[in-house]
């Protein structure tokens, strides 16, 4: 998880993190070309203070906010038929990044609404395939993607909206954009957007045309490019009641609906990967303007593309590593346990003041992450060139403030992108639960080892004792000597082992000690330490 998040940050202009950057530029110049599309309206608002790249624009714009740091945001989520992907973990990760830049660098709150696609084609065959049922199929992909982003560290939207949930308000939907002339319904129960009767609105994020000749197409659509808000059921299919018979939603309408549920016809920013600026994003926008009657639905478009290589994942290796490097140095010379010669803590008040101002202009420049890693990795070298290692201590005071700042200040960067570089983690439920209980058979062994070592004393000799043998009772006294000699030397070992028994107790980890063995087992909820760091958070 760090490893994935500081290469998305570190390597920020090779992987395309910033907003709409990399390859998700190279793609919508591609889709462009040369043809005129419609003019993007700068939105009315309070000024975030922040520059974003915008798909709809194909431009760098200041990002406007319609309510003053407040955000609106509809994310694409997942079609939950099956295990996501490291697409999907690039793009979320990377907009995640972006969420946090907003909150804790430019103090705005994020209001974010995920749709879940909980009914679809793909969705349908695989339950088919399984042979289960489609609804049960959707609930355990859509928990088993909901985990991955929690290992990935992506903070869960404000509210997740599964499709199948939205069915009535889909319906009524379809229902406005068929009143107001653009979309219509077919004898075999499909309904379709009409894209020739939107004209030049059409093509808002690409150059397609309604007037380009269509290729033949076999089906009850007037024109090629219509696209489908309501399809038609099919025998033995997950279906329901609307007013053109039994079916289910079309994909485009099903983000149009939830967006619109929440947030009305005011969106800040949308997301998604490059792939779906066409047709989704595409055909969302034409849906929605038709359905509110507004000139512009969905301010800022913000499009990923997945270009992680073996390169960048070292560049983020080789990073974490420096960075971890100077923390644990810096760590040990606050602590004497590192001993150097006296510090200019002028040069680096100096340099942490100058960091923190071109961190906060990086991520005003389109979220660059790059850029702001690189002023911190700046800062390090300039940390690293004072702490050399002197062997004679010359009894000059500490710097440890300058010092305590500069990790303060790494860490709380880190930590606001979603990453740590504690020492001790805490264990999360699922596979890390095997690696863990794994690691406390070994410690418990071990422990064990040293437990029976420290207790197996010599046993005292069997020899007769005859009355007046002066050499049998020296024998006997030698002995007890060594004994109390070794139970002497050995008792900081069973003092260890207690003590070890008692700190993992305070975890909820507890041993039982037994003539042979020894064995454990861990409490529900935790132990007290962990209770009582749960009540502070």
């Known amino acids: 998880m ?21 390859g998700g530029k190279v793609a919508a110049r591609r889709c462009c070309s040369a043809a005129r599309r419609r003019e993007w309206v700068p939105p009315v608002g309070r000024d975030s203070g922040i520059m974003a790249y915008n798909s709809r624009s194909r431009t760098k714009e200041p990002l406007v906010l319609a309510k003053d740091r407040v955000a609106t945001w509809y994310s694409c989520g997942p079609t939950v038929y099956d295990h996501a992907h490291l697409g999907h973990a690039c793009s979320y990760v990377r907009f995640d990044i972006i969420r946090r830049i907003m909150t804790k660098f430019f103090g705005i ?5 995920m749709g879940i696609t909980d009914i679809d084609d793909k969705i349908i065959k695989r339950a088919n395939e399984m042979n289960m049922s489609p609804v049960a199929l959707a609930r355990i992909y859509e928990e088993d993607f909901k985990q991955d982003m929690a290992a990935l560290k992506v903070l869960p939207p404000t509210a997740y909206m599964r499709v199948t949930e939205n069915i009535p308000q889909i319906i009524s939907f379809i229902e406005t954009v068929i009143a107001n002339g653009q979309a219509y319904a077919t004898s075999q129960g499909n309904v379709y957007f009409d894209v020739k009767s939107w004209g030049k609105r059409y093509g808002v994020l690409t150059t397609i045309s309604p007037d380009t000749p269509d290729e033949a197409v076999n089906t009850d659509k007037r024109h090629g490019k219509d696209f489908a808000l309501w399809k038609a059921a099919k025998p033995q299919e997950l279906s329901w009641t609307s007013p053109w018979g039994k079916g289910r939603p079309g994909w485009h309408i099903e983000c149009s609906t939830i967006s619109s549920a929440v947030f009305g016809k005011q969106l800040d920013i949308h997301t998604g990967g490059i792939d779906l600026a066409f047709p989704h994003h595409e055909n969302e926008i034409a849906q929605c303007e038709v359905y509110h009657q507004c000139e512009q639905w969905g301010n800022y478009f913000l499009h990923s593309a997945v270009e992680f290589s073996d390169e960048s994942m070292d560049d983020a290796k080789n990073l974490l590593q420096a960075i971890s490097s100077f923390i644990k140095d810096a760590n040990a010379y ?9 510090v200019r803590e002028d040069i680096l008040w100096e340099r942490l003041a100058s960091t923190k101002v071109t961190v906060k202009a990086s991520f005003a420049d389109d979220f660059d992450t790059s850029r702001a890693v690189a002023a911190i990795m700046d800062l390090i070298h300039h940390g690293n060139r004072q702490l ?13 403030v300058v010092y305590g700042s500069i990790i303060s200040y790494i860490e709380g960067f880190f930590n606001a992108l979603g990453m740590s570089f504690e020492e001790r983690q805490v264990a999360v439920k699922g596979d890390s639960s095997a690696v863990l209980s794994n690691v406390i058979d070994e410690l418990v062994q071990f422990r064990t080892k040293v437990r029976h070592y420290a207790l197996a004393l010599p046993e005292a000799a069997e020899t007769a004792l005859v009355e007046g ?10 002995e007890k000597e060594k004994r109390q000699q070794l139970m002497g030397e050995r008792r900081p070992l069973l003092e260890a082992c207690d003590s070890l028994r008692e700190n993992l107790a305070a975890f909820g980890i507890h041993i039982k000690d037994r003539a042979a063995v020894s064995t454990w087992e861990m409490a529900e909820g935790g132990g007290q330490a962990e209770q009582q760091a749960q009540g502070k958070s």
């Open 469 to 478: 043998d002066a050499g049998a009772k020296g024998s006997k006294r030698e």
């Open 109 to 113: 709150e994020v209001i974010m609404v």
């Open 388 to 400: 050399k290692a002197v062997t004679k201590d010359t009894g000059s005071p500490r710097s440890s």
């Open 2 to 22: 760090t490893m994935l998040r500081g290469a998305a940050a570190a390597v920020a202009r090779r992987c395309g993190l910033r907003a709409g950057s990399g």
């Open 334 to 342: 606050i602590k004497g346990q590192l001993i150097c010669d006296p």
